[in-house]
């Protein structure tokens, strides 16, 4: 019997190519990736897509190239590229912006992809960076390689609700702890989560959980409702 945190669908070709500019960020501020962007990209989109053509149910969108527009790809290229020189140059411990190595308080709680997990919430998720900028004080960030904007400028209510999640799941751990949430698509946009938006969140996931009893497995056929809306659905699989 598999935990529900194991449980996954199958990507397609955008969580692929999302997947990839987190690797690249992720290993440039390890210090792994060398000292060249360009060069870590192209690499990692090779791991990528070996990866993808071993798996039967991903290998028709191995070439990651060819699911986007040219230009889309190159632009997508130069967005990964300017994370990573936006951010310090490559070395072996990340400093914030105070100039002070993370402290660590714990396995997995601070760093680029942390797990973050909330039992009482029945949740489970992997933040693309946690920064501790101060004792008791964190920001959690969404890499995001998509439109994440909607018409007016605003941020997509989806895109909105994933991040404030993890911060859901940060605050049950620290429940004391100030966090910020920021959503960076090549531009810093702050989530709001003051005691107002928690509370909301709150709300929203149990009753999203609340069709999902705790130790029963549900049936894909009683949940989804598939039909032509599902190719823009902007929902995501857990």
Known sequence: HKDFRDLHLPSGPEAARGILVHRVIELWEKGAGGDDPDVLFDAQLEQT???LRADPTRAHFADLKSTMLFGDWLELRAVAKAKCRRRSTPQNKMLE???????????SNVGVEVGLISDSLRL???ADRVRQTSPGSFVVLDYKTGDVLKEDGTIKEESVFQ????GMMLLERYPEAEIRLVIDNGEEHAVPFGKRERIDIAQQIDEIVGKLPSGVESSAESLASPGVSCVNCPVRHI
């Open 163 to 166: 991040i404030q999640c993890y």
């Open 124 to 126: 489970s998720g992997r």
């Open 49 to 51: 897509q070996t990866i």
């Open 97 to 107: 912006e105070t100039g002070a190595p993370i402290q660590s308080t714990g396995k």
